[in-house]
DNA sequence: TCAAAAGTGTTAGATTTACACCCATGA
DNA sequence: TCATGGGTGTAAATCTAACACTTTTGA
């Protein structure tokens, strides 16, 4: 096993992009960097990559110990790997983006880590080259929702329309037709009306909706 | 410069998918592996990543050392890091695509180097997950190919319209209505006709266009 | 003169967009 | 009773897809 010993390494690290969507907005978690250099410096949750993990475990251990969950909808952006990038010392970064229900977080951790929800209208700057990531992830997830059904990773399993409609415009940042957006979901017999209805932001109350992963498959059209 | 020395280096590799397009089909340059481990199996070109050199920067050595060409229409699909992905040892490898113009190469170089034009529909075993990363390449330009004038890099500077549109086809992997193709090229106004005809592969000729990238800007709708 | 590739418009169907009112309910 | 968000259909406009014949020219 001495194959590649003429070459150098290199520190590779991970770095995740988590979403949430929150009061009709999409907003990432970030914090203050907890270690030199750049303390205090705004910046994404991250940790270098063991000899024994693959990336997509690091990146899923990353995302655990900030907030306690595991399995959650998680991508690889791609890799970041300019020599100068990270102040510290020469470091590739691989970024990932995932997505949490913000129900499914645990408050205190989030107090823990030092890490808030943060609109990604008003992201401020941050350490290396962090907004980059952003701003890829952004463009990576504009894309994808449209044609993916992944948007449901972001919300809680019983949903109400205007909840998913307002997400889809949060992410979008572009406003929808009611009746148009309502058309075309119910065209999708994987997402299915239930029962329940949501009491909460109405008086009427609205059908609460649920995403049937087992009913979607690949040959289902998803168009939004 | 001490920051992260608890932390354990990994070796960083980059691979280059390189595109060519010849006798109407979309083909990638592959050879056999000369090292080991995997000596002799097919396999992408790559090398390692320097301490002092960036990942695109890697991948843009690798594509010279290989091809004679700098510049190339060249970009990231993604980091590969699953711990036992390569026989040798832990490597992560970031791979590249690359589009260039079967006219443009060295023929005495690919023979140096012992690779060859290999059609995407026949593309043998590889070494490692060179397969994973070429089927991830075709997906991707697959999408980009549809929405961004990236094709044009696999055509030398004068092209017909016919073979704009084997291009399409043979990326695509479909058939595309003539007529409905050559429409919406002539409201593309960055693709432009001149006066000069190819006389090589009909006896009437066909009229050369060129891709004025100047007068593409980001505003202009590309749509094919 | 004929084979082979270049070049050219129209129409039906499908998709997308715009748009406004009634309903149910708790306060 | 009224304010608030929930829920619903139609028609015009746009876009997409299907389709066949004439032209040019070198062999």
């Given at each position: 096993?001495?194959?590649?010993?003429?070459?150098?390494?290199?520190?590779?690290?991970?770095?995740?992009?988590?979403f949430?969507?929150d009061?009709?907005?999409?907003?990432?978690?970030?914090?203050?960097?907890?270690?030199?250099?750049?303390?205090?410096?705004?910046?994404?949750?991250?940790?270098?990559?063991?000899?024994?993990?693959?990336?997509?475990?690091?990146?899923?251990?990353?995302?655990?110990?900030?907030?306690?969950?595991?399995?959650?909808?998680?991508?690889?952006?791609?890799?970041?790997?300019n020599?100068?990038?990270?102040?510290?010392?020469?470091?590739?970064?691989?970024?990932?983006?995932?997505?949490?229900?913000?129900n499914?977080?645990?408050?205190?951790?989030?107090?823990?880590?030092?890490?808030?929800?943060?609109?990604?209208?008003?992201?401020?700057?941050?350490?290396?080259?962090?907004?980059?990531?952003?701003?890829?992830?952004?463009?990576?997830?504009?894309?994808?929702?449209?044609?993916?059904?992944?948007?449901?990773?972001?919300?809680?399993?019983?949903?109400?329309?205007?909840?998913?409609?307002k997400?889809?415009?949060?992410?979008?940042?572009?406003?929808?037709?009611?009746?148009?957006?309502?058309?075309?979901?119910?065209?999708?017999?994987?997402?299915?009306?239930?029962?329940?209805?949501?009491?909460?932001?109405?008086?009427?109350?609205?059908?609460?909706?649920?995403?049937?992963?087992?009913?979607?498959?690949?040959?289902?059209?998803?168009?939004?």
């Open positions: 096993m001495n194959y590649y010993n003429a070459h150098s390494k290199l520190w590779v690290s991970v770095d995740c992009i988590v949430g969507f009061e009709n907005r999409l907003k990432v978690l970030i914090g203050r960097r907890q270690m030199d250099p750049g303390r205090g410096e705004w910046s994404l949750y991250g940790g270098f990559v063991g000899e024994d993990e693959s990336l997509d475990d690091a990146a899923s251990r990353v995302l655990y110990s900030l907030t306690g969950l595991r399995n959650r909808y998680m991508r690889q952006i791609g890799a970041y790997g020599v100068n990038r990270d102040p510290g010392d020469r470091v590739v970064s691989v970024a990932y983006y995932a997505f949490i229900s913000v499914d977080y645990d408050n205190k951790l989030l107090q823990k880590h030092n890490v808030e929800w943060v609109d990604i209208n008003d992201m401020p700057q941050m350490y290396s080259d962090h907004n980059t990531m952003v701003d890829d992830a952004l463009q990576i997830i504009r894309r994808k929702i449209s044609t993916a059904p992944i948007g449901f990773n972001l919300l809680p399993s019983l949903f109400t329309l205007t909840q998913l409609q997400l889809y415009e949060a992410i979008l940042n572009t406003e929808l037709d009611k009746r148009n957006f309502r058309k075309r979901i119910k065209e999708m017999d994987f997402i299915e009306k239930t029962e329940l209805k949501d009491k909460l932001s109405s008086k009427r109350g609205a059908f609460y909706y649920r995403f049937n992963k087992k009913a979607y498959t690949e040959d289902s059209n998803f168009k939004l």
